[in-house]
């Protein structure tokens, strides 16, 4: 089936440093998604994104679209310990709009200070 | 802000035994969905419900899965025969469009089966 790669894994930065997440699918998206879950949480909506090469701006993240519609990412400015969390992308299960989402397997921030 | 209220926060129920988490979606929300997410790992769709049946589900939501919307504002899932690969965390989303917009999710009921 579908799927949604996302990379890296974990990383962990000192706070003030940058931090981006990459997510890549072999198919072509009508939109991607980000949501954020808190250690203990839920998934919270950050954006979506619909249009080829869209970049979306939220304070200090950044979200881009890539031209073929086929990868995103997720760019942290100067990381403060309250972005500590698991970034998961998320794209339509069947590549329509309308479906429901799959989910990438997250990118899991930590963040010292 | 509108929630998405789940029920209940934690079950802890014997391998064998039915269940049924609760959730009460967003009121004016037409979608809803229910997730989960075994420890440490990734959302996982299971099914979404839209107009008083299901519209999509996943090769998880198999016979012993279902799901209700018995009123005009609770959608539960059943599991018929939990199994210990069921324990999971199991999160209901809910959306007032397709598009645009992201979803909803509730704080999620921690199952676990011993």
């Known amino acids: 089936g579908q799927q949604v790669m996302q990379i890296p894994q974990y990383q962990h930065v000192q706070e003030g440093e940058d931090f981006t997440t990459y997510c890549n699918s072999s198919?072509?998206?009508?939109?991607i998604q980000w949501y954020k879950q808190r250690p203990g949480g839920h998934p919270v909506f950050l954006i979506q994104l619909v249009k080829s090469g869209e970049v979306k701006k939220q304070k200090r993240l950044t979200f881009q679209f890539g031209e073929a519609k086929k990868n995103s990412s997720l760019h942290i400015t100067a990381t403060q310990t309250t972005d500590v969390g698991t970034y998961f992308c998320a794209a339509p299960l069947r590549g329509q709009a309308g479906t429901a989402l799959i989910f990438g397997k997250g990118t899991t921030l930590s963040v010292s200070s | 802000e509108p929630e998405v209220t789940q029920t209940p926060s934690h079950q802890v129920t014997q391998m064998g035994q039915e269940v049924i988490l609760r959730c009460v979606p967003i009121?004016?929300?037409?979608?809803f969905y229910w997730y989960r997410q075994i420890l440490g790992q990734k959302v996982e769709f299971l099914v979404s419900f839209y107009n008083n049946e299901i519209s999509e589900k996943s090769e998880i939501f198999d016979d012993q899965f279902s799901v209700e919307r018995p009123d005009g504002s609770n959608f539960t899932l059943k599991i018929r025969s939990t199994k210990l690969e069921d324990s999971a965390m199991y999160f209901c989303a809910s959306r007032l469009t397709v598009s645009p917009g992201g979803y909803t999710f509730g704080s999620g009921t921690r199952l676990t089966v011993v």
């Open positions: 198919t072509t998206l009508s939109n």
């Open positions: 009121s004016n929300h037409l979608y």
